[in-house]
């Protein structure tokens, strides 16, 4: 089991050595000017290398505030536990050596406020520059200049890396030109809006930190623990086809671990206040049926490792949101795509739930693109499932009151004669759908498998405020064992799938529901 790292004292860890050359100390990768570290209440983790038999002295200065904490250095590692900062700024960081020489290193610019972690594929990736109206999203960067974006290079080892390898961009305050780099390179669209529209109800400090890579699969992004819990042999690579397929273009390292070694486990040690998620595309072929475990625990791993290696300052249960799966082939009929939507609520169709708590889902099968210069893979309207994702932040992980967050989902179905009355969990904003609306008719299953031949389209009309009325056509009430929705990879046009909240902002999300009483 890992060693924690408390503050003073020296410590023994199982994680990969490090080799200090010559006298001087350092912060490690992922400190620098212009970063934001995690506020109060929680506390900030600050941790470097030095030479053997020193101490270090880390100070933080700035708006009539000073404070230092000592660290010896151990193993060529020195680490210290800032007390609890309020959300501002400008502050200094400097750590001076104290034993051989004077080596002193300081970290100027540096603000207090929530940090995110942004992970995910190649829709996470996605720029700034290629979505939808770009000009206008890059000329508002500088109005922005609190929230400040950091940015891990593309790596893969194959043993758990303490330091990150690259990076990729420092932390910056951002400008056009660092949100706008070239196509799936700098800053994530999605990281940045999602920022971007919490700090415009925050009005605090946020910092984003990008760790995605496309075409990846959840394996690579998990630990051995969760690999085994899922029963999936470490060490193995995807045996995904990607030939004839619009995916082959964006393959990225499909290997088991080595992007969690790489690329997330580095990060252990920083407090962060969540993580948001986008990716899921790579499992379409892929252990696929295993979605719904490997990617609830993941989440739940994340949040161990991270509250683990923060000392207990990154919550057990820090908030992680995600996006449903958009859309990629219309008219298709293959279960893909529906298939990870409802893996990735752990199969209930919507989250928070007992299984995947604290938790946030911005739906966006809503939102094709037809016309993505990038493939239908890859749709350009990231503003809204980032605008979606903010409003499940501030209702989930900051609890916020009177935020609607999620989309309508049914709660209670009835038979009446030739029809099946379904009432959502909140009013709606309902059209008239001739087939997006399944049933399964069999007599002798008490439910249907999505795969199953019996499924059949039915009409559904609006009825009242909450409730929908599906026709039964070809198949007594008594007979339906199984009722789903939206269960395409592309089941509707731009923001015209046929169930809304009533204001008409979030969909409905897909559901699959089994014989009820």
Not at 36 to 57: C, D, M, R, T
Not at 92 to 107: C, H, K, W
Not at 115 to 128: D, E, H, I, K, Y
């Amino acid at each position: 089991m890992r060693t924690l790292w408390p503050g003073y004292v020296c410590f023994f860890s199982l994680l990969t050595a490090v080799t200090v050359s010559g006298d001087d100390i350092r912060f490690a990768s992922y400190y620098g000017d212009h970063m934001v570290l995690q506020k109060a209440p929680e506390k900030a983790v600050l941790w470097g290398y030095g030479p053997k038999n020193v101490s270090v002295v880390v100070t933080l200065s700035g708006l009539s505030k000073r404070k230092t904490y000592s660290s010896a250095v151990c193993d060529g590692v020195w680490r210290v536990t800032l007390d609890p900062v309020e959300a501002g700024g400008p502050y200094n960081v400097s750590a001076v050596q104290r034993g051989g020489s004077d080596a002193e290193v300081t970290l100027t610019d540096v603000l207090f406020g929530d940090v995110w972690l942004c992970g995910g594929q190649s829709n996470m990736a996605f720029t700034v520059s290629q979505v939808y109206n770009s000009s206008a999203e890059l000329d508002l960067a500088s109005e922005f200049p609190d929230v400040r974006i950091f940015q891990v290079a593309l790596e893969t080892s194959d043993a758990e890396l303490r330091d990150l390898s690259g990076i990729a961009v420092p932390w910056s305050v951002p400008t056009a030109d660092l949100l706008g780099g070239g196509d799936f390179t700098h800053f994530s669209a999605v990281c940045w809006l999602f920022g971007r529209y919490l700090y415009q109800t925050l009005q605090y400090p946020v910092g984003l930190v990008e760790s995605c890579w496309g075409g990846t699969p959840v394996e690579a992004w998990s630990s051995t623990r969760v690999l085994h819990k899922c029963g999936i042999t470490h060490g193995t690579q995807s045996s995904y086809n990607f030939m004839e397929s619009e995916l082959f273009m964006w393959t990225g390292p499909m290997h088991n671990s080595v992007l969690w070694n790489a690329m997330i486990h580095p990060l252990l040690n920083m407090t962060i206040t969540g993580a948001i998620w986008y990716q899921g595309e790579a499992n379409e072929n892929h252990n696929c049926d295993l979605y719904n475990c490997t990617f609830p625990n993941m989440i739940d791993d994340w949040r161990m490792a991270f509250h683990q290696g923060s000392g207990g300052q990154s919550a057990l249960d820090f908030p992680f949101g995600f996006v449903q799966l958009s859309t990629w082939q219309r008219g298709v009929v293959v279960d893909g795509f529906p298939d990870i939507r409802w893996h990735q609520t752990a199969d209930f169709g919507y989250v928070p739930n007992e299984r995947m708590k604290r938790t946030f889902m911005a739906v966006a099968m809503d939102v094709p693109d037809a016309a993505s210069p990038w493939g239908s893979i890859h749709p350009r309207f990231k503003q809204e499932v980032a605008y979606r994702l903010s409003l499940g932040a501030r209702a989930v992980a900051y609890g916020e009151r009177g935020v609607s967050h999620q989309g309508p989902f049914p709660s209670t179905v009835r038979i009446n004669g030739t029809h099946l009355m379904l009432t959502y969990n909140q009013n709606v904003s309902a059209t008239t759908s001739k087939d997006l609306f399944e049933i399964c008719c069999s007599m002798e299953t008490v439910q249907c498998d999505p795969l199953d031949i019996f499924w059949m389209p039915v009409p559904m009309v609006p009825q009242g405020s909450a409730t929908v009325a599906v026709t039964l056509i070809g198949c007594r009430g008594e007979h339906v064992a199984s009722l789903r929705y939206a269960w395409r990879d592309w089941p509707c046009d731009f923001k015209a799938c046929p169930v809304y909240s009533a204001d008409g902002v979030l969909p409905a999300p897909p559901f699959l529901l089994h014989r009820w009483p």
